[in-house]
């Protein structure tokens, strides 16, 4: 406990109880936090001195309001390309494939940050790009984690129009891709934005479970042969969670039904 103060410490200590509990009592604190009841009494009325925590009419404690302006503080400066950029270029470096990161805006996928290969044949996509949710890997991830009522919203309105050979363009299709995807975790296309061309893509959550954003890799077709997906899918995956454990996300644990 060097270079720490023993009382911001313990302090601290009462706090995090509140991340498994809703409300406590002093006597509940007490007995949790194994601190003396002096010493729980004198910290918990400094806490609710400075808005820490709230008590209610039963005499049971909660986190106070003012977690909530530092937690959207918090959200909101968090600048996810700066976040995302040296995930983005271990993922390059790893895979030797062009790497985007993109956001939902409306009906659409936009693309706020891209890495480029040294491969002489690559695709030439830029920073702005606008796609549709339901063509290509990375634009898809964000439809098949989007809210299931704003999905299926979308889903009833959109006319799949043909953009490339692979786009996909009936709606029947489309339910089952994306219900692969959400299983697998990953989304993958083959000539739906620009012939001859492939993606693999999975989402990025923030701190409240919400998809926030998609990376993936792309390349031309040739080099995403059926045998290295796995290892892809791997990859991309791992950087998707790296970037969204930076935004604070929890990933659920296997057989909660948390989303």
């Known amino acids: 406990m060097q270079n720490k103060n023993k009382t911001v410490v313990k302090s601290m200590d009462l706090l995090n109880l509140f991340l498994s509990h809703t409300k406590l009592n002093l006597n ?11 010493s729980v009494h004198r910290m918990v009325g400094s806490l609710e001195d400075m808005g820490f925590l709230q008590r209610d009419h039963e005499g049971k404690y909660a986190l106070g309001l003012v977690f909530l302006q530092f937690g959207n503080l918090v959200a909101e400066r968090l600048d996810i390309r700066n ?17 985007h990161l993109v956001v939902k805006d409306g009906r659409e996928s936009i693309y706020i940050e891209k890495l480029d290969t040294d491969h002489p044949v690559r695709l030439y996509t830029k920073i702005g790009r606008r796609s549709p949710l339901y063509a290509g890997a990375c634009s898809r991830i964000l439809l098949a984690f989007m809210d299931e009522t704003e999905r299926e919203q979308y889903l009833s309105e959109v006319e799949l129009l043909p953009i490339g050979n692979g786009t996909i363009t ?88 948390a989303g």
């Open 170 to 257: 009936a709606k029947e299709k489309l339910r089952a891709v994306l219900e692969t995807s959400r299983k697998k975790g990953y989304s993958f296309s083959l000539s739906e934005l620009e012939n001859y061309t492939a993606e693999l893509a999975a989402p990025i959550f923030d701190h409240n479970g919400r998809l926030t954003a998609g990376i993936s890799v792309a390349g031309p077709e040739v080099r995403f042969h059926k045998d290295r997906l796995p290892e892809l899918a791997e990859d991309v995956m791992r950087a998707a969670n790296e970037i969204s454990h930076m935004l604070g996300w929890i990933e659920p644990v296997a057989g909660s039904t």
């Open 28 to 38: 509940e604190m007490i007995q949790l936090s194994g601190i003396p009841k002096t």
């Open 83 to 99: 976040i995302a950029l040296p995930i983005m270029r271990e993922l390059r470096e790893r895979v030797g494939e062009a790497v």
